[in-house]
């Protein structure tokens, strides 16, 4: 083949292959392009849905709770307070004593324990009352507000009468300082939470006086003592 | 029959079989054009309807952010309860000193009446109580309802004694399962 024949069919064929190797450039950049950008919207999809359905299960599990969170978180603030409890414990074990016929003294509340983000203090308290009504006394103290537990029962007898020396545990911590971003999910109370809540709020609280302001009144001798 | 010529002087004629090659070239060039074109413009309107959607899901986010922060008094009450409940737990699904009194005053209501009871102790994990019995038939229902018991793991008998004027004298001490 002659080179001027060689020239012709190299001029011939050069457009076709540099549109080939054009469209097989735009393709393969172009295609790049697009196929990472579809899968980087896929994804930005997906994880809105994600936090889309969190927040969706969020709203449900607070527009459900809202019906009585105000009565419950109030309940349950009460049953486990944030301060010391032990002075509204020994108030509702003096009342409940007194109410079932029990002699109750001799309290000793013992030191403040931090353990695992909350306090608990032990009180000491004798009993004088038959078997039958101390049990019932002890009983009882399982459904008053603040929430505590029996730790220790001892009770001897002479003929009827039981002295019993008794430990009560009762319980506070610090109020929660902080609430969760609105975006960030929250999970509704399962069954081993919904028991517990419904033990504190279940809990007789303490009795509290409110003394009615006095309402003002004309002073006719305002030097005088 | 037709006869074809060409009238190019020689040097300008291509070679037949290139011009036949960048034909073919051409058309499937063509071809592919218009397929890249569809797929572009296909890409193209799957990107504008991805990104309709991707819109469309950020304004019900947004939406529902609305409805949670109103609902902001309800999010401070529950994130309290919460809070109480995770702190709690560890503490109030132990076995408690107030379980265990049920159990007394149960297994107490089964003794004969005759039982003189001196002595009670419970704590979350034990009952142990002494006893006097005038008359051993007594004594031998009270081991005999406690050991029958399903509820306890172990019974102990830690002291048992005899006296003239008291009868029978025995201390029992139980084992919660």
Redesign the interface.
């Given at each position: 083949?002659?080179t001027?024949?060689i020239i012709?069919?190299l001029?011939?064929?050069l457009?076709?292959?540099v549109?080939?190797v054009v469209?097989g450039a735009?393709?393969f950049f172009?295609?790049t392009f697009?196929y990472n950008?579809?899968v980087e919207?896929?994804d930005?999809?997906t994880v809105?849905?994600d936090?889309?359905s969190a927040?969706?299960t969020?709203?449900d599990?607070?527009?459900k709770?809202?019906l009585q969170?105000?009565d419950?978180?109030r309940k349950?603030?009460i049953?486990?307070p944030e301060n010391n409890s032990s002075l509204a414990v020994i108030s509702q074990l003096r009342l409940s004593a007194s109410t079932l016929g029990v002699s109750a003294d001799q309290i000793k509340v013992g030191k403040g324990i931090a353990e695992?983000?909350?306090v608990?203090v032990d009180i000491d308290f004798s009993t004088h009352a038959d078997?039958a009504t101390t049990?019932t006394f002890?009983?009882s103290?399982?459904k008053v507000a603040p929430?505590g537990?029996?730790?220790?029962?001892?009770?001897?007898?002479v003929g009827a009468d039981g002295e019993g020396v008794i430990t009560y545990r009762t319980?506070w911590?610090a109020?929660?300082t902080e609430?969760?971003p609105?975006?960030a999910a929250?999970s509704d109370?399962s069954e081993?939470?919904r028991k517990?809540?419904q033990?504190?709020t279940a809990l007789i609280p303490p009795e509290t006086v409110n003394v009615a302001p006095n309402t003002p009144g004309e002073n006719l001798n305002p030097f005088g003592l | 029959m037709k006869n074809r010529i060409n009238l190019l002087p020689t040097d300008l004629r291509g070679a037949s079989s290139a011009s036949k090659l960048s034909k073919t070239i051409s058309k499937i060039l063509v071809i592919l054009t218009v397929i890249l074109i569809v797929l572009g413009v296909a890409s193209g309107g799957y990107m504008f309807f991805l990104t309709k959607q991707f819109e469309a899901v950020q304004a019900n986010a947004s939406e529902i952010t609305g409805k949670i922060t109103a609902l902001g008094p309800a999010e401070q009450q529950f994130t309290l309860v919460r809070d109480r409940v995770d702190k709690l737990k560890p503490f109030i699904t132990k076995k408690s000193t107030g379980d265990s009194l049920g159990l007394l005053k149960d297994l107490i209501a089964q003794f004969p009446t005759t039982i003189k009871i001196n002595e009670v102790q419970v704590d979350e994990n034990h009952l142990e109580f002494a006893i006097n019995a005038t008359a051993s038939s007594d004594l031998v229902s009270v081991f005999s309802t406690v050991s029958s018991d399903e509820l306890f793991s172990d019974v102990f008998l830690e002291n048992f004694g005899y006296n003239a004027t008291l009868g029978y004298s025995a201390t029992l001490k139980m084992t919660i399962k």
């Open positions: 083949m002659k001027n024949e012709q069919t001029r011939t064929l457009v076709p292959i549109g080939i469209l735009i393709t172009g295609g697009m950008k579809i919207l896929r930005q999809i809105a849905r936090e889309e927040l969706r969020k709203l599990v607070l527009t709770f809202s969170g105000a419950m978180s349950v603030a049953a486990f695992d983000n909350l608990y078997m049990l002890l009983e103290l399982k929430l537990l029996l730790r220790g029962v001892k009770i001897s007898f319980y911590s109020l929660p609430v969760a609105v975006g929250i109370f081993e939470d517990i809540i033990q504190l | -």
